[in-house]
Every structure is written in structure tokens, then in C-alpha cells.
């Protein structure tokens, strides 16, 4: 019988902080603040969606055929066979339900939340039903993934006034989370397009980095003049939005010097990535945790403006102290997932 350290190990339980910072983040800047019920069941909605969507995803994969040999998922439940398929499906789709009813209740029956949540849920349907055969794989999961802020923001009661004339938005706050909704779009149009093709480098599945050039040859990791200068492109253009947004959100020198630092450390651990090397898989994965750590916390520390240091502060102390021991529960490791 599956335990439910087996259960989390599917829902991949131990990276729930990537939705649970965004939704947190969202809705404190609606409520320019963390002290407020609203941001606790947003925190809530964003554990509950990942675990959901991610399970999903673990089991698609898994009966579509694609992981069911790979060398490097052998040590999860499903390839174990400690949880059986059909019965893991039924329990995602399950969770997909209630993590949508649980959204539109707590997001007070607003009818833009309500289609906003509606849209980031199908999309994330599509990417779980067609990832593994889809070049362009990147797209609905970025859509169902980055809608997260402005559903939480306008869940928690964020302005949605518009006005006439460029921006075309009144309130800062609002031209704030969409700007930020541009910087998850970048941010995951990388971890799918670029991270995600990396640790699947050497699997038989579509691949946007193999089409660009990147390679495995004798042990080496190859990548392509072409495929660096991708790579390297979305982590400035995602920078150059936190910037914007600080600006947008009125922030002080001391604000661009900590996105500065953010900033810096995103395109170092761009290089390490893409670097050509000794390809070490491992290692691959401590520094696409790395920077999949340093990418969501760049989003609370962007609108510190708004909602001050104690509270961005806060909400990386609240995730990373969910992560490190889940992981430890889970893998055994402390920072490194085995994915």
C-alpha cells in the first residue's frame, strides 16, 4: 500500500514554494501587506494547484510510455509500482477539481479571477496531456503557470481599473503584477524550454535546446553559439522586467541594488547551465534548483516596494522552510530534487 510519503514523492510535493511564492506574492500586493487571511488561502490554493498539476503531469508522462524507462526517475512511486496508474489519475483530477472550487470560492466569485483560473487550468491540462510531443511545450505551461499572479492579485480584491491612455492601467499595483506576469512568462519559457529540454537531454522526446544544437557527444555537454545566446537573452529580458517593475512600484536604490543582485546570480547560473562540460546530470539539477530558487524569490523582492522588506523577507522564509525538509523527507537530499 502507498505510503503518503509516496503520494507527495508523485505530487512532487517538495517544489510546491514555486506556486506557493507567487500566489503569497499576488495577493500581498493587493493587500499591500502578509497579515491578511487573504494571502494565507491564496498560500493554500498555490500548494494545493502545484500538487494537482504536477501529479497530473507525473502520471501522463508516466502512461504515455515516456518515463517509464528513464534511468533517472526509476526511484518514483510510479516507476516503482507502489501506486497504481489509474488510481493516480483519478486522485489528480480529483485535486484538479477541488484546487479550482477552492480558487473561485476564495477569490470571492470575482468573474475575472474566476476566467483567469479557468484559462491557467485548461492550459495546464494541455501541457500534461501533449508536453512530451510539443516543441513549443513551453507555452500553455508558462500561460498556466504565470496566470497565477494576476489570479491571486485580482482574487484578493487587485484594481483591474483601466483607463484610456497609455498605460491603460490606473493603478501602479496592478501595472506592477502585470508586469510580473511578463517576467513568469520569461521565467518559465525557460525552465520548460531551457531547463526542461536539459534534463531530458539525452531522452527520446521532442526538444527544443536538440533543435537549437545542444547535444550530448561521448559524455560532453555540447551547446550551440545559438542555443547560449537563447538562453542568455531570456534571462536579461526577465531582469530587465523586475527592474521595470520595482520602477513601476516606486522603489528605492536600495530596491534596484537587491534586483541587481538577483539579477547578476540569474545569469551566472545561466552559464554554469549551458556551459560546455563534462555532462554531470546531478549536477545539472543542483543548479536548476538553484536557479529556479533565485528566479521565485526575485518576484516577493520586486514588489518590496509595495509590501516592505520584512514581508518579502517573509515569504522566502516561509517557502524555503517548506522545501528544504519536504525535500529532505522525500529525496534525502537537501537542496538537489531527485527529479
Avoid at 472550487?101 to 491540462?125: E, K, N, R, Y
Wanted: a positive charge; glycine letters at 8%.
Amino acid at each position: 500500500m502507498a505510503s503518503l510519503r509516496d503520494w507527495l514523492q508523485l505530487f512532487r510535493s517538495h517544489t510546491s514554494p514555486l506556486e506557493m511564492t507567487i500566489t503569497m506574492t499576488g495577493s500581498a500586493l493587493a493587500v499591500s501587506g502578509i497579515w491578511d487571511v487573504k494571502v494565507l488561502l491564496f498560500l493554500v490554493f498555490g500548494w494545493l494547484y502545484h500538487n494537482a498539476g504536477y501529479g497530473h503531469n507525473s502520471v501522463e508522462d508516466f502512461m504515455g510510455g515516456y518515463d517509464r524507462n528513464d534511468p533517472n526517475k526509476m526511484h518514483h512511486p510510479l516507476q516503482r509500482g507502489v501506486i497504481d496508474p489509474k488510481r493516480a489519475r483519478s486522485v489528480c483530477l480529483l485535486l484538479i477539481a477541488a484546487a479550482f472550487v477552492f480558487g473561485v470560492l476564495i477569490s470571492g466569485l470575482d468573474p475575472l479571477s474566476i476566467g483567469i483560473l479557468a484559462v491557467l487550468t485548461v492550459m495546464g491540462f494541455v501541457y500534461n496531456l501533449h508536453n512530451k510531443r510539443m516543441k513549443g511545450k513551453f507555452l500553455p505551461i508558462a500561460a498556466a503557470h504565470s496566470l497565477l499572479l494576476p489570479f491571486s492579485f485580482f482574487g484578493a480584491g487587485g484594481d483591474p481599473a483601466l483607463s484610456s491612455s497609455f498605460p491603460f492601467v490606473t493603478d501602479p499595483m496592478t501595472q506592477g503584477a502585470i508586469i510580473l506576469w511578463g517576467y513568469l512568462m520569461l521565467q518559465i519559457f525557460y525552465q520548460i524550454m531551457i531547463e526542461g529540454d536539459l534534463k531530458d537531454i539525452d531522452m527520446d522526446e521532442a526538444s527544443m535546446l536538440r533543435s537549437l544544437g545542444v547535444k550530448v557527444t561521448e559524455g560532453r555537454f555540447v551547446a550551440s553559439l545559438r542555443a547560449r545566446v537563447v538562453s542568455m537573452v531570456l534571462k536579461i529580458l526577465s531582469a530587465s522586467l523586475l527592474f521595470v517593475s520595482v520602477a513601476v512600484l516606486g522603489g528605492t536604490l536600495v530596491h534596484y541594488i537587491i534586483i541587481a543582485f538577483f539579477s547578476i546570480i540569474l545569469l551566472l547560473l545561466d552559464r554554469m547551465m549551458m556551459g560546455q562540460k563534462l555532462f554531470d546530470h546531478a549536477r545539472m539539477l543542483r543548479t536548476m534548483a538553484l536557479m529556479e530558487v533565485a528566479s521565485t524569490f526575485a518576484i516577493p523582492a520586486a514588489v518590496s516596494p509595495v509590501i516592505g522588506w520584512e514581508a518579502s523577507l517573509f515569504i522566502m522564509i516561509i517557502n524555503i522552510s517548506y522545501f528544504v525538509p519536504m525535500n529532505r523527507f522525500l529525496w534525502g537530499t537537501l537542496i538537489k530534487p531527485r527529479v
